[in-house]
Nanobody, 119 residues
Framework: QVRLVESGGGFVQAGGSLRLSCTAS????????MGWYRQAPGKQRDMVAL???????NYADSVKGRFTISRDNAENTVYLEMNSLQPEDTAAYYC?????????????WGQGTQVTVSS
């Protein structure tokens, strides 16, 4: 069974920092492409940051220079370091894996973790 478990969300003042974690199980993590997405109330879910199995990264323009995605293959975990947080970063943050469970490649999603930034 594939599971993605996020943690690290919370409440922070503008200018603050948070680090999100997503630990995966049931997938071949080392070859997976991992990503963080966010969804604010009433809005669509948007990509925030991506990291491939080869450690290539991509970021939404709105977070470039402030957020950093990384992965630890030994821990089956992907991180999102978020600095200089702003109220517009408030959203539910979701971890996504495009990964193989040994049989097929699929998209998998975590349950989400809430980030709230006060002004």
């Amino acid at each position: 069974q594939v599971r993605l478990v996020e943690s690290g969300g919370g409440f922070v003042q503008a200018g603050g920092s948070l680090r999100l974690s997503c630990t995966a199980s049931g997938i071949i993590f080392g070859t997976s492409s991992m990503g963080w997405y966010r969804q604010a109330p009433g809005k669509q879910r948007d990509m925030v940051a991506l990291i491939t199995g080869g450690f290539s990264t991509n970021y939404a323009d709105s977070v470039k220079g402030r957020f950093t995605i990384s992965r630890d293959n030994a821990e089956n975990t992907v991180y999102l370091e978020m600095n200089s947080l702003q109220p517009e970063d408030t959203a539910a943050y979701y971890c996504k894996a495009f990964a193989s469970d040994g049989r097929r490649w699929m998209d998998y999603w975590g349950q989400g973790t809430q980030v709230t930034v006060s002004s």
